[in-house]
């Protein structure tokens, strides 16, 4: 699939990055306000004891190292786990405060802004990340914990095109969300994270109203692929070709996000394909789920706001 790349490649201007202002206050223990309106709590549960011992030594690893930017970046990311947004942010705008050319502080803390619906803000940090990044090698990023295979699918550059495009589809500017998926697609080394971008730039597309081109970039996608992480994405991709049920996929026990990510992907089939009715009751569906910080249930939540 990355014979694609040289398809469609496209090159974009970024706009500069002003300061970014403070995120508004909550009382405690609440993030953020949903775009419907709903207060969203904190939903801290235990986290694996695996995910916590591995995170504390690698904060432990790269204080070592004198790397106090990337211990930074791990503890951030460890707050986000137990939904802790806010404070991962607070935390991620310190240091940025003492590291502002650092482009993984901005993917991160845009990354969680993403999180708390302030799509600007998102943009803003992504936006900036992304300049911070031309003319670099990409780096490798780690997991949280590894997959089954060990080995981690995506990379600085590649998580920076990915939520940027997200930041912007969120914010239905689908022609600049476009444009970062293809740099997304570019940058992408392996099936998985190709297949993660292609779905995005595939409903940014349809969205767009460039319904040939989308089933064209589409057609590399095949139901024998080395996906290690993105199944849902992958499935999502062939139900759009005409190539899997996708009854099969609301029917089957999947975990919370993974949930989110078919109820919006099936409920976005519906309605491009003009059943509207049927896509806003799947949407709903997501909402009334209630896993709010998935990407799937904050594209459903637009979703019913319009």
């Given at each position: 699939m990355k014979c694609l790349s040289a398809v469609i490649f496209i090159g974009f201007i970024l706009g500069c990055s002003s300061?970014?202002?403070?995120?508004?206050?909550?009382?405690?223990?609440?993030?953020?306000?949903?775009?419907?309106?709903?207060?969203?709590?904190?939903?801290?549960?235990?986290?694996?004891?695996?995910?916590?011992?591995?995170?504390?030594?690698?904060?432990?690893?790269?204080?070592?190292?004198?790397?106090?930017?990337?211990?930074?970046?791990?503890?951030?990311?460890?707050l986000g786990y137990n939904g802790e947004y806010r404070k991962a942010i607070d935390l991620l705008s310190k240091r940025i405060d003492q590291d502002s050319k650092n482009p993984a502080l901005y993917r991160h803390r845009g990354h969680r802004y993403i999180s708390l619906?302030?799509?600007?803000?998102?943009?803003?940090?992504?936006?900036?990340?992304?300049?911070?990044?031309?003319?670099?090698?990409?780096?490798?990023?780690?997991?949280?914990?590894?997959?089954?295979?060990?080995?981690?699918?995506?990379?600085?550059?590649?998580?920076?095109?990915?939520?940027?495009?997200?930041?912007?589809?969120?914010?239905?500017?689908?022609?600049?969300?476009?444009?970062?998926?293809?740099?997304?697609?570019?940058?992408?080394?392996n099936?998985?994270?190709?297949?993660?971008?292609?779905?995005?730039?595939?409903?940014?597309?349809?969205?767009?109203?460039?319904?040939?081109?989308?089933?064209?970039?589409?057609?590399?996608?095949?139901?024998?692929?080395?996906?290690?992480?993105?199944?849902?994405y992958h499935k999502l991709l062939l139900v759009f070709k005409g190539e899997f049920d996708p009854n099969a996929l609301l029917d089957t026990e999947t975990d919370a996000l993974s949930d989110a990510t078919v109820g919006y992907g099936i409920g976005n089939w519906h309605y491009i394909n003009g059943r509207k009715d049927r896509a806003m009751e799947i949407w709903q569906s997501v909402y009334d789920a209630g896993n709010w910080a998935s990407f799937g249930f904050i594209a459903s939540e637009a979703e019913l706001v319009k």
């Open positions: 300061p970014t202002p403070k995120f508004a206050t909550h009382p405690e223990g609440v993030q953020t306000v949903s775009l419907l309106g709903d207060t969203l709590r904190t939903n801290s549960t235990m986290l694996p004891q695996a995910l916590s011992e591995r995170i504390d030594s690698l904060v432990l690893l790269e204080r070592s190292r004198d790397a106090e930017t990337e211990a930074v970046i791990w503890e951030a990311r460890y619906r302030a799509f600007d803000l998102a943009i803003k940090d992504l936006e900036k990340a992304a300049e911070l990044i031309k003319d670099t090698e990409d780096i490798v990023e780690q997991d949280g914990l590894p997959n089954a295979l060990n080995q981690p699918t995506s990379s600085l550059h590649t998580n920076i095109w990915y939520h940027l495009g997200l930041a912007y589809y969120l914010s239905e500017d689908f022609e600049k969300a476009q444009r970062a998926y293809v740099e997304c697609i570019n940058a992408s080394t099936d998985d994270m190709m297949t993660a971008a292609l779905y995005w730039y595939y409903m940014s597309l349809r969205r767009d109203g460039q319904d040939e081109y989308a089933g064209k970039i589409i057609e590399p996608i095949q139901a024998e692929m080395n996906i290690v992480e993105n199944d849902s």
